[in-house]
Nanobody, 116 residues
Framework: QVQLVESGGGLVQPGGSLRLSCAASGSIGSIAAWLWYRQAPGKEREFSAVISRGGVTNYADSAKGRFTISRDNVKNTMYLQINSLKPEDTAVYYC??????????WGLGTQVTVSS
């Protein structure tokens, strides 16, 4: 069992940056992939980025160039750096962990609001 807790969201002006964190506890060694999703108001949750156990990353087209996913194995924490924030980045950002048996768990999310 893995537990995930996101943090780092908040209100930021357009053009600003944020670093979101996802702290994991529990059966960390079973995690095969760490992912970030986001859900904007009135929209479905959508994939943003993934980092595998081996450190391979992949991004949604909407995230390429401005989002950077990373992981600190010592702190058991995943990060999402978002630069040049736009109002359309306003969403609840969720982290997800998928284990080696393809079982998934989610955090509760952190709100990011981009507004002047």
């Amino acid at each position: 069992q893995v537990q995930l807790v996101e943090s780092g969201g908040g209100l930021v002006q357009p053009g600003g940056s944020l670093r979101l964190s996802c702290a994991a506890s529990g059966s960390i060694g079973s995690i095969a992939a760490w992912l970030w999703y986001r859900q904007a108001p009135g929209k479905e949750r959508e994939f943003s980025a993934v980092i595998s156990r081996g450190g391979v990353t992949n991004y949604a087209d909407s995230a390429k160039g401005r989002f950077t996913i990373s992981r600190d194995n010592v702190k058991n924490t995943m990060y999402l750096q978002i630069n040049s924030l736009k109002p359309e980045d306003t969403a609840v950002y969720y982290c997800k962990a998928v284990d080696i048996r393809s079982r998934a768990c989610w955090g509760l999310g952190t709100q990011v609001t981009v507004s002047s």
